[in-house]
Structures are given as C-alpha cells and as structure tokens.
C-alpha cells in the first residue's frame, strides 16, 4: 500500500509541477492506473507506520544545550566535558555512540561562541508565509484566561492573519490555517514552522523531520511545502516571531471584553483588515495593496475547505453519555448504539452513528477536565417513559436552573389540576416540544395557554400551531359596480328597529 508521503509527492507532481500521469508513472514506477488513483483521491490511503524503538540523540539535544549553558556561571575548570555529559544523558536512557554526542557538543559551543549574523532576507509574491503560536490575556464571560493565539503572514506583502483558540491542539492548527487561506484568498507555496508537536513527529539529522500523518494529508489538500526550523533559531521565521509581540501590544492592550471565542475571532479579524491600511518600513506600498499584487500569485483554493477535526471512536455509557479526553457528552436516548464515532473540533464536538453523515449531538467543547456536557432534551424520550424520576433527574434541574419562570407557573398549575401524577406527565409533554420547535415560540406559547386557560399539552401545541400559520388577510370588496350597497354598514342605528324585533314586529 502505498503511503501518504507518496500520495502528497503524486499530488504535487501532477497539481503544482504539471506533470501529466504517464510521466509520473515512469518516473515512481507505478501503474499509471494507480498514479490517476492518487491523483483523484481527496484522502491519502491507510496505511499505519510500523512502531520501533530507537535511541537517538534527538531527545537528548535539548538537555544537552541546558548543560553546556552552564557553563557560563561555572569555574573554568569545572564545566560540562563531553564525558560528563555522556554520563548524565546515558542515565538518561541514552544508548548511543559518545562520538554522536562529541560531534554535537562540538557544534553547539561553534553556536555559542559565535555572534549572531543575520542575512536580510526579500521574497517573491505568493512564495512563502509563516506561522506560529502566541499567548494573550482577554476577558471571557467575565473572567481573565489565556488563549492561544495563531498567527500566519505573508512574507511578500506581510499581511497577518490572528485568529483565538483555546488550546494548540492539531484540529485548532488546521482550522487557522483554513480560516488564514480563506483570509489570504489563496495558499501560499511553502509555509515555515517551529518544530510543532501537531505537525512533526520526529527531528532527524540536519533539515529532515518525520511529519505526522494527519499533516501530510492537511498538506496533500492544500499542496503546500513545509519548512521546519532548526530548534531555538527563530531567526528563520522572524516576521511572524515579531508580529506575535506586535499584534498582542495593539490588539491586547486593554484587555478586550468578550462573552465567547466567536466574539473575539470577530474582533480580531477586524483588526486584521484594518491593518491592511499600515505601510511596514522598507515596504514601497501599504500592506493591502501588496497583497493585493500578492493574491493572483497564490494557489486556488480546494473545492471543499480540509475538514479540521480530529475523528475518533467512542462507546455509549449507561447514561448515554460518550467520553471525550476526560469530558462526557450526552448523546439523545432514544437515538445512541452501543458505538459512534465522535468528531472534535477545535470549538464543537460532533457524535455520530456509524455510516450515518448527520450528527445525532452536537455541543460546544469543553476544555476543562471532568466535566459532565448535558443536553436536556436528548433525555426526554426516557423520561416521558419514567416521569416519576422528574424532580430527580440530573438533567431537568440544570434546565429547571435556567428555563423563564412561567414554567414553573405552567407545572405548579398543572400539578394542582391533576395532583395524581398525570400533571407532571403533560408537562413533560410539553418540554417535548423543544425538539421540534424554538424555545422562544415555546415560551410565547405556554403565556398564551395560561393567559386563556388552557394550559395543557394540547393548548400549548394548539397555539405553537396558530403562530406558526400567517395571518390571513382579506382584501377590501370592489362596490364601484353596486353603488347601492355602499353605504350597507355606514348607517346610523335606529333603536327602534330593535323595539320592534323585540315587540314581534315587522
């Protein structure tokens, strides 16, 4: 089978370099059946990298770059050696050869002992863009948090894209990169990264990294190359390294008071388009007219936008709840089996059937831990079959905390007419009608039915029914062709006329 690293290659071949089928069957040694399967597939084929274990320097690097500054703060005769640092990192779990780690160490003290010099750095339209992460401080629903801010910028016309999300999980990464291509109108041809955990599985030899999966198929949709930095160089991303600092002061100061994500994304958005009016120093023209000289040299977008979630398979609990890292989503009673498959995105979380392509629940994602997500009206199919665990459901006090007060107005009254249980039946009843209907037509409704007292199942359903159904009009009566009946209805009232209908008179 063939592996998802092949598929992106194929693609590229045949959608950025213009090689037709035949000419890359010759050159992979495929069918050229096989190659126009490549080339049309939306998805890269399963296939599973075979697990080893290893023992490489990669992991130790970092450590070894802590010991060695040291060195710095410590007697001259008294440093971190090579043989020193075998030791520690061999206790470590390191199983590798000590000229490995004398070469390395080697070339981290050249790093140390020299300047930093930077070559200034002009790029073509469309070429290239970077991204990274950053962190800001806003006020959510009232309460000061941390959110993670992704950053993307054209490195031609330096148009930035910032979007909030609440963590850097992979599905929130995919989803900034599809609103910044949207934003971009188009995909730029390479993008630079920082060596993100979402994106690189592994850190070989000089400029090679092993990616993971889910990102090779992201980049096999949008058919852009991916340029890893070396660790700690930030230099090779600068623009973006910068504007992480740049858009926090200007966007962030005061701290902006939001009541959810969606909120602050609007507003960020807004920032982005008003900075399209800033002329950058050394730049011959403002921001959005760069870009705009930059967008005809950009990749088309796909078709259809790369779904950014991460899916997932999931098994009903007995209280039809599925678990989701640590959270539990209720799923409806009367619709959940034993297995589903979940959908996580950076904001939703989606629970569906096997085979099935509509969602049976979907709630907003939480990111706290432990935490139970409950939807009220996924449980009423069971409760109108057990209405007398009403007081006690889980579900009906975390509504009944919430819900306007004429409903309690409505199950008071509906307890003393039928005290025997059938009144707590009929309210159920009428809850039901949330799933069918929008809760404030609901709540007009049951004002209604109290008001003109008939407040039961029936009534409420009775005038949900008449507001749903347009008024009726009826047009004025054309007597221009029967003058004589004018003036029907516009006469004065005789009161003896009705003397007389009283009396038996004509």
């Avoid at 340029?227 to 740049?246: I, L, M, R, W, Y």
């Avoid at 011959?284 to 000289?293: D, E, K, R, V, Y």
């Avoid at 009403?390 to 009254?413: C, I, N, S």
Wanted: net charge positive.
């Amino acid at each position: 089978m063939l592996t998802v690293k092949q598929w992106e290659k194929i693609r590229r071949a045949y959608h950025v370099e213009g090689q037709s089928i035949r000419a890359i069957a010759r050159t992979t040694g495929l069918a050229r059946r096989t190659v126009k399967k490549m080339v049309e597939a939306e998805a890269p084929p399963q296939y599973q990298r075979p697990g080893r274990e290893a023992h490489k320097l990669g992991p130790y690097k970092e450590r070894i770059q802590e010991l060695l500054a040291e060195n710095k703060t410590l007697p001259r005769k008294q440093r971190w050696t090579t043989p020193t640092i075998m030791r520690v990192i061999e206790a470590e779990g390191y199983r590798g050869a000590e000229s490995t780690v004398r070469h390395y160490v080697g070339q981290v003290r050249k790093l140390q002992n020299q300047p930093a010099v930077y070559l200034p750095l002009a790029f073509d339209p469309g070429t290239d863009a970077q991204m990274d992460w950053g962190e800001g401080d806003i006020i959510l629903a009232g309460q000061q948090v941390t959110v993670q801010l992704f950053l993307m910028k054209l490195s031609y016309s330096r148009r930035t894209f910032i979007m909030a999300f609440p963590g850097q999980k992979q599905e929130a990464l995919f989803a900034g990169h599809v609103a910044a291509f949207d934003f971009f109108g188009g995909v730029p041809q390479r993008i630079s990264y920082d060596n993100l955990k979402t994106a690189v599985k592994e850190i070989l030899q000089g400029r090679h990294r092993v990616e993971q999966e889910a990102f090779f198929h992201f980049r096999g949709h949008y058919l852009f190359e991916s340029h890893f930095c070396t660790p700690g160089a930030g230099n090779e991303k600068g623009q973006v390294e910068h504007s992480v600092g740049f858009n926090r002061r200007n966007y962030l100061v005061p701290l902006p008071v939001v009541d959810s994500f969606a909120e602050l994304n609007e507003y960020l958005y807004q920032c982005c388009l008003d900075d399209d009016a800033r002329v950058v120093t050394g730049q011959p023209a403002a921001i959005g007219q760069m870009w705009q000289a930059e967008r005809e040299r950009l990749r088309p977008l796909p078709a259809h936008p790369f779904d950014c979630c991460r899916l997932t398979t999931v098994r009903l609990n007995p209280y039809s709840q599925v678990q989701l890292e640590t959270n539990r989503y209720s799923v409806p009673t009367d619709q959940g089996r034993q297995q589903l498959t979940a959908k996580l995105y950076p904001f939703a979380v989606k629970v569906y059937r096997m085979g099935e392509s509509d969602p049976i629940a979907t709630h907003p994602r939480c990111y706290d831990k432990q935490q139970e997500i409950i939807d009220p009206l996924h449980y009423l199919p069971l409760l109108q079959q057990r209405p007398g665990a009403f007081d006690h459901a889980k579900p009906v006090r975390q509504w009944r905390a919430m819900w306007p007060p004429v409903y309690e107005t409505l199950l008071a009254h509906l307890r003393q007419k039928w005290p025997d249980g059938r009144g707590v039946r009929e309210f159920i009843a009428i809850l039901h009608l949330h799933r069918s209907h929008d809760p404030a037509a609901v709540t007009a409704a049951i004002e209604a039915a109290l008001a003109h007292h008939c407040a039961h199942a029936d009534g409420v359903r009775l005038w949900l029914t008449q507001s749903q159904q347009p008024e009726t009009v009826f047009a004025a009566l054309d007597l221009r062709d029967h003058p004589r009946l004018v003036a029907v209805g516009q006469q004065a009232v005789q009161a003896s006329a009705y003397d007389a209908l009283l009396g038996g008179g004509g």
